[in-house]
T-cell receptor, first 115, second 112 residues
Framework: DAGVTQSPTHLIKTRGQQVTLRCSPI?????VSWYQQVLGQGPQFIFQ???????GRGNFPDRFSARQFPNYSSELNVNALLLGDSALYLC??????????????FGDGTRLSIL | KQEVTQIPAALSVPEGENLVLNCSFT??????LQWFRQDPGKGLTSLLL?????REQTSGRLNASLDKSSGRSTLYIAASQPGDSATYLC???????????FGQGTTLQVKP
């Protein structure tokens, strides 16, 4: 079975632009979470979606938004990009919500660079 | 506010050595604790998940322990190999949320 797939793998944008990142979970997984990992730090939680509903939001500005589609894939949108948004964006999927003792499976991420 | 700390930030050992990575967390109200491995430029690979009611989990040469009362977990790697070189991340799921809270990781280098 295919793992969590994310696209694109790399992206270069300039300040003020908007970006959309995509994630396809493992088949049968209904929960998708998004994390931001700045170089040298651990990932920071952005959003969790389960059964197409937002189930958790981290401490990120309203410029960050996400949604989950009927096929359980997900998109993360970031508006008005800032230099500080440069990071590796990770998507994780699991069969259920993360408080169900189901392991999280991560994709290889999208490397976003802001110039 | 839950905080997760990993010490040391970096570790270099000769091949064959047994080693321990440390993780501490400030709030014992957790649902589970997970250890991940991250290779450079890659995503995270789940290694072990310890439920709050468990004391340890084992997978091959890896053994993870959990002491909720003291807010500590350790990852023991037996007979280390150069292929074990990576960053190891510890994360907890707080009882009242569905998110993972990560430490900053320990970067391990195993020299041949």
């Amino acid at each position: 079975d295919a793992g969590v797939t994310q696209s694109p793998t790399h992206l270069i944008k300039t300040r003020g632009q908007q970006v959309t990142l995509r994630c396809s979970p493992i088949s049968g997984h209904k929960s998708v979470s998004w994390y931001q990992q700045v170089l040298g730090q651990g990932p920071q939680f952005i959003f969790q979606y389960y059964e197409k509903e937002e189930r958790g939001r981290g401490n990120f500005p309203d410029r960050f938004s996400a949604r989950q589609f009927p096929n359980y894939s997900s998109e993360l949108n970031v508006n008005a990009l800032l230099l500080g948004d440069s990071a590796l964006y990770l998507c994780a999927s699991s069969r259920r919500q993360t408080n169900s003792n189901q392991p999280q499976h991560f994709g290889d991420g999208t490397r976003l660079s802001i110039l | 506010k839950q905080e997760v700390t990993q010490i040391p930030a970096a570790l270099s050992v000769p091949e064959g050595e047994n080693l321990v990575l440390n993780c501490s967390f400030t709030d014992s109200a957790i649902y589970n604790l997970q250890w991940f491995r991250q290779d450079p430029g890659k995503g995270l690979t789940s290694l072990l998940l310890i439920q709050s009611s468990q004391r340890e989990q084992t997978s091959g040469r890896l053994n993870a322990s959990l002491d909720k009362s003291s807010g500590r977990s350790t990852l023991y790697i037996a007979a280390s190999q150069p292929g074990d070189s990576a960053t190891y991340l510890c994360a907890v799921v707080p009882s009242n949320t569905g998110k993972l809270i990560f430490g900053q990781g320990t970067t391990l280098q195993v020299k041949p």
